[in-house]
């Protein structure tokens, strides 16, 4: 017999199958659950007794049990319910999205042509910038969060429960796959653990990375700790190089998004999305990555040293070579004359 469970919020009450959830995460684990009119749900169930979870978990189920009540948005999922079940634990409950995610979507093909990514990355671009209108930084944007309806041209931005930054090192430390949070990650989020509204923009940006090209721009840098230190150094592969057939402009506002430096990213997402259309124009001032930056600096150091070497070298030339023009062209000593017979 399946383990049913009802539980009951303050709109309602939900069954679902609680031995085999679709999902499971960090904090909470995910359900596909019968409303009563037998419409089905999404039930997100946090782990444990609420009197037992620690203050991380406590924050992530308050802030994203707020994001949704305050971002009604038509790419933004909808709150239907919340509540405490009978074991009291938090849970919420959610459209049920049958067109899965868009890591599904990005499994089905190698790569997206701008021309079809561009419609659901502007509606998502428009999502996050509502939330940071409103004053909500997602802290976790990335494919897996990014859900369809029945129509794959819907997106839905969902899970606003951002783990804080000690859930982020837990994750590290327990070598977790990197291609979950910890890839989509800011450097200043690695470094400091600041999240502001430019490190959802750096994630997007990670997230179009990949949705265009079919690969990581850490791609190939094993282990976890050396691709971290990659995005922190801005040593990534360029998007032109990761598929040549990008469009000149939409390579660049890619590496833009993912500079090292928040205040040099796009101000905005759909600012960033217009960028990768071609529709804005990108900063004559385009910025270099730190890695550029160091190579460079590396040049200059040589070649600075062999100006060095050859100014010396002049110089030395310069005070020989009187000495040797010196010494050519002087006379012998005089000899004494002798007198004639």
Not at 45 to 67: C, F, I, M, P, V
Not at 276 to 301: F, H, M, N
Request: aromatic share 8%; net charge neutral; charged share 25%.
């Amino acid at each position: 017999m399946p383990d049913i469970k009802v539980i009951s919020g303050h709109r309602g009450t939900y069954r679902l199958n609680h031995s085999q959830p679709e999902a499971r995460g960090r904090a909470a684990a995910i359900y596909r659950a019968r409303d009563a009119m037998e419409r089905d749900v999404c039930v997100k169930l946090y782990w444990g007794h609420l009197r037992d979870l620690d203050e991380s978990d406590k924050l992530s189920y308050q802030r994203e049990h707020e994001a949704y009540q305050a971002l009604v948005h038509p790419n933004i999922l909808e709150l239907i319910d919340f509540g405490i079940d009978e074991a009291e634990s938090f849970f919420l409950v959610l459209p049920w999205c049958a067109g899965g995610d868009l890591r599904q979507a990005m499994k089905r093909r190698r790569f997206f042509p701008v021309t079809d990514a561009a419609p659901v990355l502007k509606q998502v671009a428009q999502a996050i910038d509502f939330a940071h209108s409103r004053g909500f930084v997602h802290g976790d944007i990335k494919p897996e969060n990014i859900l369809f309806g029945l129509a794959d041209s819907h997106p839905y931005l969902s899970d606003f429960g951002s783990a804080d930054r000690a859930a982020f090192l837990e994750q590290i430390t327990a070598a977790k796959s990197f291609a979950t949070t910890t890839a989509y990650l800011s450097p200043e989020q690695i470094e400091g653990g600041t999240t502001t509204s430019r490190s959802d923009i750096y994630a997007f940006g990670m997230t179009a990375y990949e949705l265009l090209t079919g690969r990581m721009p850490t791609e190939g840098r094993d282990p976890t700790l050396k691709q971290l230190l990659a995005k922190i150094h801005g040593d990534l592969l360029d998007a032109a190089d990761a598929n040549p057939h990008l469009p000149r402009h939409a390579a660049r506002a890619l590496m833009l998004a993912l500079d090292v430096s928040p205040r040099r990213r796009p101000d905005t997402a759909l600012a960033f999305c217009e960028m990768l259309c071609g529709e804005r124009p990108i900063p004559l001032a385009y910025p270099k990555r730190r890695s550029d930056s160091v190579a460079w600096y590396k040049q200059a150091t040589v070649i600075a040293a062999m100006v060095a070497a050859l100014g010396a070298i002049v110089v030395a030339l310069i005070n020989i070579v009187p000495n040797l023009v010196g010494h050519g062209s002087a006379k012998p000593p005089a000899t004494q004359q002798q007198p004639r017979p």
